[in-house]
């Protein structure tokens, strides 16, 4: 079993910048992928960013690419997302998850088997 907590949401001013955090506990990460996605009422879970934690390899939506940033602390086990001049249509509920590792990384919130309870992030513009 893997535990994730989400930390760092809220209310974030479009153009600023906000950095969400997952606590990792229950079993070592080293096999894993770590990944963020979102969710707004009445859409599908989608994905944003992951990385493998055996390499530091990420990977982003378009959607995010160049804005937003992931990142793991070994020593921690921590998972970041920062998220740099996010906008109004960046505004969901963040998740961390996490799937144990393949030959691909996997981009679907089906192959996750692992979630966290989820942030609120909203962006005023």
């Known amino acids: 079993q893997v535990q994730l907590v989400e930390s760092g949401g809220g209310l974030v001013q479009a153009g600023g910048s906000a950095t969400l955090s997952c606590a990792a506990s229950?079993?070592?990460?080293?096999?894993?992928?770590m990944g963020w996605f979102r969710q707004v009422p009445g859409k599908e879970r989608e994905f944003v960013a992951v990385?493998?934690?055996?390499?530091?390899?990420?990977y982003y939506a378009d959607s995010v690419k160049g804005r937003f940033t992931i990142s793991r602390d070994n020593a921690k086990s921590m998972v970041y997302l920062q998220m740099t001049s996010p906008k109004p249509e960046d505004t969901a509920v963040y998740y961390c998850?996490?799937?144990?590792?393949?030959?691909?990384?996997?981009?679907?919130?089906?192959?996750?088997?692992?979630w966290g309870q989820g942030t609120q992030v909203t962006v005023s513009s």
């Open positions: 998850a996490a799937d144990r590792e393949n030959f691909y990384v996997s981009t679907s919130p089906k192959e996750y088997n692992y």
């Open positions: 229950g079993r070592t990460l080293s096999n894993y992928d």
């Open positions: 990385v493998r934690w055996s390499t530091g390899s990420t």
